[in-house]
């Protein structure tokens, strides 16, 4: 049996437009001052680095997040934008955040080297 690992397709464009939705999801429920549970049973990795050899091998990041940063398809309102702008800033340019940090990003707001 093949197993699968997600760190041969971070950031590819299914990761980015599942983030993307994420992002605006969680965005707007936690706008309120409510309980929220946030469960995900096939989250990957927190973060990823895509200089990694497994991420250089399939070049789906470059094809993915890097062309449409590169094309500026990202609306810079939108809250995926404004998440991955901070997490480059603070963390470095070659990592792509996962499901798990994005979800405590928008929901903790702790700086993305404290998550």
Same mark, same amino acid.
Do not use: C, W
């Given at each position: 049996?093949?197993?699968?690992q997600?760190?041969?397709?971070?950031?590819?464009?299914?990761?980015?437009?599942?983030?993307?939705?994420?992002?605006?999801?969680?965005?707007?429920?936690? /706008?309120?001052?409510?309980?929220?549970?946030?469960?995900?049973?096939?989250?990957g990795?927190?973060?990823?680095?895509?200089t990694?050899?497994?991420? /250089?091998?399939?070049?789906?990041? /470059?094809?993915?997040?890097e062309?449409?940063?590169?094309?500026?398809?990202?609306?810079?309102?939108?809250?995926?934008? /404004?998440?991955?702008?901070?997490?480059?800033?603070?963390?470095?340019?070659?990592?792509?955040?996962?499901?798990?940090?994005?979800?405590c990003?928008?929901?903790?707001?702790?700086?993305?080297?404290?998550?």
């Open positions: 049996m093949l197993s699968y997600h760190m041969y397709h971070a950031g590819n464009l299914a990761d980015v437009h599942k983030h993307a939705a994420l992002s605006v999801l969680l965005t707007k429920l936690t /706008q309120k001052e409510k309980p929220l549970t946030y469960i995900e049973t096939h989250a990795r927190g973060i990823y680095d895509l990694s050899d497994a991420a /250089q091998k399939t070049h789906e990041a /470059q094809n993915g997040i062309h449409l940063l590169k094309l500026k398809k990202i609306p810079a309102a939108h809250p995926y934008f /404004q998440l991955l702008r901070r997490v480059r800033e603070e963390v470095g340019n070659n990592v792509y955040p996962g499901s798990p940090f994005i979800a990003l928008l929901y903790t707001s702790p700086s993305p080297r404290d998550a």
